[in-house]
């Protein structure tokens, strides 16, 4: 396979007549952004609005979605301009109508839940496995996808991330098989393993095990612009017309070409390079972890965790994720501190770790950076006398059962809300998503039952200071719920 | 305005980060461009893929979803330029502005006025909020070949006929310019209680020069959604949704359903250069828009000369539907050359390498840029006056009346949510007549709305959809460019629940 058979692509528009004229837009100026000079540069915009006639764009975006697939190992692909967000909002949109049940993971990714909006669809939520050691949201058993679906038979399809933001990794070959033996729909979000289907030592890719669709970020791993990437269809039992229909409604009409282009560069570099590229990414990485792993009060977590949860059977290599623990501080606190004085700035931080991404783009002069930074901040945290933080001791506090669902999402999304304190929400149904971090697993999302144990728990956190997403009101001192006057007309509307 | 709009924060913040040299062990993968294809990096430039960034665990360069720092600042400089009580930068382009900006003001089952010269994406937004579009006549104007806006008087009517509506939704200006009675027609709607969207992705430079049609805010409306991209030289895909009026109430709807509707990895280049456009704008706007403007108007007196060739002009104005004309777009109609517009377009394109905004049977649309210069406008009429002279005809090439015009469905069965979400067969197109329509059919080159899932497919859509498809320039949509099958409502597996329909009607029944 090459590129090559692929042509004209996104990339490879030769290069224009300087002397073309285009009267196709006001905003137009010199190279076609503002007349301005900015820090931006020129090449960008002058690369923006090169547009090429009509039927060549679109020859262009065909030829694009077809060597997306090849590369990936797909049946069929789409390009995605608007993030992965807008791969899993078409995933839900095509598979489920409304009322129609998905079985999905409690910490799947807001667009998921955006998703089951947008359709009307019922989630049916499993429970992830959480470290209680590392304060880490682990992944699903297989076992726990059977249980659900036993129960649920009447569930069209089951949505899971793998891998996680850190590079947990489920056993995806097992829930495939659980999946398609009653017949149903496995759809991955696997925002952060689109480099696995290069490398045979990194985890099981989702194309390669089966599964029907997946949803992959080509600008978190690989090296395409922010924005970009790709949905993957693998099996013929997702319906072409239904899933082009759905994706109708969330892409723009017209996709931006740097977006298009960089994907296409991203996946050329993949076919010249992988798996070298990625050979040179796991051994940098590995090398950093030896490193860190022997300074004293911090650890990087390698493939070892496996033995030490019931739900994780691999790790992305790529992936450095450091447990500060032994420091005293949080995760929270040793990223910023990383950021501000040692300049090595993290890709996000939990209450006991700091995860790193490590891609093509970074260098040895990188890693060096990470782990001297690592060191130093160990030492002089090792000088300092640990205390130990109020989120730390917060973590114990159980996360309360979930709320019985009373309406659909989609029916609680839309439905009127009144705002009323915490303490006077029991019993009540909620009007939106309470997600606390850690452990970033929400604990209420919209049309379920806002349960006694909930409202303990949340006046619990508010004393606290962790962080609540989701919801309006960030101090968590109000809630919105369902307005009841709803329940007169508008339950079980999910189509409406 | 109220705020100092000599400055670009989130623009310097990114340069500001980009001086500080951290390592990146963050997303985007590419790393300041480090790891992009050479080629690529060539192409766009090394100073664009440094800001390429994403939100830190650093507060530096802010975070679009959760914004209080840079991105909050570039966003109150944008609803101070323009007067809004609060704007969004969207970098998913105004289709799914558009989208947002209905699902923020209709609940399912609301009623959504609005007439057939919408933009297609305007079917989506209907589709995922569960609204009952209600269609305003659509008057195609025969003589020029081109739908006409909502006249104040339509609206009345729809008003009218519709009370409990919610939501009332004008493009401003057409596609092809011309602005409707906005100030009028935004009071009347206000008084009626709807709430006020204007699709301006064509007029976002409005606000920045007197003699432009008035802007959908300055017009008072509620949601006004603009492409900064085609107006004001933001990089594609940048686009503003401005929210007017007690927003305080809205803001919470609109937040939520932003965040359904966007990426959590926004791209800072789109929202950079929308930074950069408002700045621009703001400080040589009505300089550069006096010069397009002047130039545009002498480019539109030396094409109306040419043989075969008239530009659309002030004669639009005694029309009702027209109230002001966007005087930086000229449309120019070909009829008279014997030349059909969409081949005119491509003998420019093929024989000239001059591209144009748009066009349709019988006009080409023409949009002047900032940076536009004399000698192209001499290059433009040069060549309008070759393909003329070497395609043209003698005698025009068809009589008014048989040029093919959309006939628009007037039966709406089921809401477009129920139609699109229910069970669905594929039938050829030209057995599909009496069938309740399952998916949005739209012309992609002209942008119009055709059929709506839930409407009963007519024998004149079909009639027009077969004889467009025959020509190889029109695409009904970007992914299935030919139509030769669309999707119906599967009746036979379809079970009917009362909730689908408007009361009184059934499948198949006269709903409207």
Redesign the interface.
């Known amino acids: 396979m090459s590129a090559q058979d692929h042509e004209p692509m996104v990339?490879s528009f030769e290069t224009p007549?300087p002397?073309?004229?285009?009267?196709?837009?006001?905003?137009?100026?010199?190279d076609?952004?503002?007349?301005?000079v900015?820090?931006?540069?020129?090449?960008?915009?002058k690369?923006?609005?090169d547009?090429r006639?009509?039927?060549t764009q679109?020859e262009a975006?065909d030829n694009l979605s077809a060597f997306i697939a090849e590369v990936c190992g797909s049946r069929s692909a789409y390009p995605l301009?608007?993030?992965?967000?807008?791969g899993n909002?078409g995933m839900v949109l095509a598979t489920l109508?409304?009322g129609q049940k998905l079985i999905v993971p409690r910490n799947a990714?807001?667009?998921v839940l955006?998703g089951i909006?947008?359709?009307?669809a019922a989630p049916v939520f499993i429970q992830p496995e959480i470290s209680s050691e590392l304060n880490l949201v682990f992944t699903i058993n297989p076992d726990q996808i059977r249980i659900a679906l036993d129960e649920n038979p009447d569930a069209c399809a089951v949505l899971l991330t793998n891998p996680t933001y850190q590079g947990f990794c489920l056993d995806l070959a097992a829930a495939e098989k659980i999946v398609h033996d009653r017949g149903k729909l496995l759809l991955i979000d696997e925002a952060h393993g689109p480099h696995f289907h290069f490398h045979q030592d990194l985890p099981l890719s989702a194309m390669t095990a089966g599964a029907d669709m997946a949803v992959q970020?080509i600008?978190?791993?690989?090296?395409?612009?922010?924005?970009s990437s790709v949905l993957l269809v693998g099996s013929e039992r997702i319906d072409a017309?239904?899933l082009?229909?759905a994706?109708?409604?969330?892409q723009?009409?017209?996709?931006?070409?740097?977006?298009t282009?960089?994907l296409e560069?991203?996946l050329?570099?993949v076919e010249a390079d992988c798996p070298d590229m990625i050979t040179r990414i796991i051994d940098m990485v590995q090398d950093a972890r030896n490193r860190i792993n022997a300074i004293p009060g911090v650890r990087a977590i390698g493939r070892e965790i496996t033995s030490q949860s019931r739900s994780v059977v691999d790790v992305d290599l790529t992936k450095?994720v450091i447990d500060v623990t032994g420091l005293n501080i949080t995760g929270y606190r040793a990223?910023?501190l990383l950021?501000?004085d040692y300049?090595?700035?993290?890709?996000?931080?939990g209450a006991s770790t700091v995860t790193?991404?490590?891609?093509?783009?970074?260098?040895q002069?990188?890693l060096d950076?990470?782990v001297t930074g690592t060191e130093q901040l160990a030492r002089r945290l090792r000088g300092a006398r640990g205390q130990p933080s109020p989120l730390l001791h917060m973590l114990g506090l159980a996360t309360p059962p979930m709320g019985r669902q009373v309406l659909v999402p989609r029916d609680a999304?839309?439905a009127r809300k009144a705002r009323v304190p915490v303490p006077e929400s029991a019993g009540k149904i909620s009007g939106?998503s309470v997600v606390p971090y850690p452990p970033g697993i929400p604990v209420l999302v919209p049309g379920e039952e806002i349960t006694p144990e909930i409202v303990e728990y949340l006046t619990g956190v508010r004393r606290t200071g962790i962080e609540i997403h989701g919801c309006?009101d960030r101090s968590i001192g109000t809630l919105?719920v369902v307005d009841e006057r709803e329940f007169l007309h508008?339950v079980g509307?999910g189509?409406? | 305005m109220r705020y100092d709009q000599t400055t670009m924060p989130l623009i310097e913040a990114l340069d500001a980060y980009v001086r500080m040299g951290k390592a990146p062990f963050h997303i985007p993968g590419h790393k300041y461009g480090r790891g992009i294809l050479p080629a690529f990096r060539d192409a766009i430039g090394s100073q664009a893929l440094l800001r390429d960034l994403a939100s830190l665990v650093g507060p530096e360069i802010d975070s679009l979803h959760d914004a209080s720092g840079c991105i909050a600042r570039a966003k109150e400089l944008i609803a101070d330029a323009f007067d809004a009580t609060h704007s969004l930068m969207l970098i998913n382009g105004p289709d799914i502005g558009l989208q947002i900006a209905i699902m923020s003001a209709c609940d399912p089952d609301d009623e959504i006025i609005l007439c057939r010269n919408v933009h297609f994406s305007a079917a989506a937004g209907i589709i995922l909020s569960g609204a009952w579009p209600v269609f305003t006549s659509a008057n195609f104007d025969r003589e020029h070949g081109l739908l006409e806006n909502m006249t104040l008087l339509e609206l009345r009517q729809a008003i009218q006929q519709h009370p409990q509506a919610k939501a009332l939704l004008l493009m401003s200006p057409s596609r092809h310019g011309f602005a409707p009675d906005l100030d009028e027609m935004v009071e009347e709607a206000h008084r009626a209680g709807l709430t006020v969207i204007i699709d301006e992705r064509l007029g976002a430079h409005f606000r920045f020069h007197k003699k432009l049609p008035i802007s959908g805010i300055e017009a008072g409306a509620d949601f006004v959604v603009q492409d900064w991209h085609r107006c004001l030289g933001a990089l594609e895909q940048g686009a503003v949704l401005h929210v007017r009026g007690n927003a305080e109430d809205r803001m919470g709807r609109i937040q939520n359903v932003f965040q359904t509707m966007t990426t959590t990895s926004p791209s800072y280049l789109v929202m950079a250069s929308l930074d950069l456009a408002r700045h621009n704008a703001v400080n040589n706007g009505r300089e550069m828009l006096d010069h397009c403007i002047g130039l545009a108007r002498e480019l539109a007196g030396s094409i109306d000369r040419l043989r075969g060739l008239n530009v659309l002009g002030y004669e639009m104005l005694r029309r009702s539907d027209v109230d002001n004309i966007d005087s930086t777009r000229l449309t120019v109609s070909v009829g008279e050359s014997g030349i059909n517009g969409y081949r005119f377009q491509q003998l420019l394109e093929e024989e000239h390498d001059i591209a144009v905004d748009g066009a349709d049977e019988a006009n080409l649309i023409l949009s002047v840029g900032f940076q536009f210069r004399e000698e192209d406008a001499y290059r433009l009429t040069d060549a309008l006056e070759a393909v003329v002279d070497s395609y043209g005809r003698q005698s025009p090439l068809y009589v008014n009346v048989h040029r093919p015009t959309p006939g628009f469905s007037e039966n709406l069965v089921l809401t477009p949510r129920a139609a699109f979400f229910g069970p669905k067969r594929k039938v050829r197109i030209s057995e599909s007549v009496g069938l309740v329509c399952a998916e949005v059919v739209a012309h992609h080159s002209s942008g119009i709305p055709l059929i709506l899932p839930g409407e009963e497919i007519t024998s004149e859509m079909v009639d027009y959809i077969i004889a467009e498809g025959g020509r190889d320039v029109t695409e009904f949509s970007r992914m299935d460019p030919t139509l030769q099958y669309v999707s119906v409502v599967d009746e036979r597996s379809t079970i009917l629940h009362r909730s689908f329909f408007r009361s009184g009607a059934g499948l198949g029944g006269k709903s409207r």
């Open positions: 990339l007549n002397k073309r004229l285009a009267f196709d837009r006001v905003g137009a100026g010199r076609g952004g503002p007349p301005e900015s820090s931006l540069g020129e090449a960008v915009y690369f923006d609005s547009h006639p009509h039927a679109v975006l301009v608007n993030g992965t967000t807008s909002l109508r409304p990714h807001k667009s955006s909006v947008l359709s009307g970020s600008h978190k791993i690989l090296s395409a612009l922010a924005q017309d239904v082009r229909m994706m109708g409604l969330i723009p009409s017209a996709p931006s070409r740097l977006f282009a960089s560069a991203a050329r570099q450095l990223a910023r950021h501000d300049g090595v700035s993290a890709e996000m931080a790193l991404v490590v891609t093509v783009g970074n260098t002069e990188d950076r990470c999304f839309f939106e309006e919105k508008s509307s189509w409406g």
